[in-house]
T-cell receptor, first 115, second 113 residues
Framework: EAGVAQSPRYKIIEKRQSVAFWCNPI?????LYWYQQILGQGPKLLIQ????????DSQLPKDRFSAERLKGVDSTLKIQPAKLEDSAVYLC?????????????FGPGTRLTVT | AQSVTQLGSHVSVSEGALVLLRCNYS??????LFWYVQYPNQGLQLLLK??????LVKGINGFEAEFKKSETSFHLTKPSAHMSDAAEYFC???????????FGGGTRLMVKP
């Protein structure tokens, strides 16, 4: 079974530029998550999708971050404009999304450096 | 509201020694608890999970954890450390079926030969 795929793996941009990350979840997984992991910290949930609907985006900085999951499969996370403090690893995870389905499967992440 | 505290951002043990990584949680509802491991430049991998069944949970790679409600703890242990155990370990809590995980700050485990 293929795991969660993310691209690119690494990205370096200057502040005020825009950037987009892509995630392809495990086939059949209804729930998709984006996390931000700043160096030395645990991952922080940014947004959760159930199919193509948003379940929770309370920690997403909506003035600069946006995410979509068209057709309930792949997802993109965009930052525009980027700030220095956005430097982090962005992790995508997916789960079956059914009741009592506990496990989230994580992708390798995209490491963003903002200079 | 939920939170997780991992005591000790860095833990160093000798190969063959006991591994003990501490995790305390706060949750307003019965929690589901998880331990994840992260190797350099990789995503997180689930080690084990507590989902209100047995309080002693066994996971992969010889790790286990015990849920203690009275102490609000979920410490991770392994009887004998291997060099390959060197990684970052994260404790996480969820209030419902594994959704909306809240992670602790992580503990970096170093294993000395």
């Amino acid at each position: 079974e293929a795991g969660v795929a993310q691209s690119p793996r690494y990205k370096i941009i200057e502040k005020r530029q825009s950037v987009a990350f892509w995630c392809n979840p495990i086939s059949g997984h209804a729930t998709l998550y984006w996390y931000q992991q700043i160096l030395g910290q645990g991952p922080k949930l940014l947004i959760q999708f159930q199919n193509n609907g948003v379940v929770d985006d309370s920690q997403l900085p909506k003035d600069r971050f946006s995410a979509e999951r068209l057709k309930g499969v792949d997802s993109t996370l965009k930052i525009q404009p980027a700030k220095l403090e956005d430097s982090a690893v962005y992790l995508c995870a997916s789960s079956l999304g059914r009741l009592n389905s506990y496990e989230q499967y994580f992708g390798p992440g995209t490491r963003l450096t903002v200079t | 509201a939920q939170s997780v505290t991992q005591l000790g951002s860095h833990v160093s043990v000798s190969e063959g020694a006991l591994v003990l990584l501490r995790c305390n949680y706060s949750s307003s509802v019965p929690p589901y608890l998880f331990w994840y491991v992260q190797y350099p430049n990789q995503g997180l991998q689930l080690l084990l999970k507590y989902t209100s069944a047995a309080t002693l949970v066994k996971g992969i790679n010889g790790f286990e954890a015990e849920f203690k409600k009275s102490e609000t703890s979920f410490h991770l242990t392994k009887p004998s450390a291997h060099m390959s155990d060197a990684a970052e370990y994260f404790c996480a809590v969820s209030g419902r079926a594994g959704n909306m995980l809240t992670f602790g700050g992580g503990t970096r485990l170093m294993v000395k030969p």
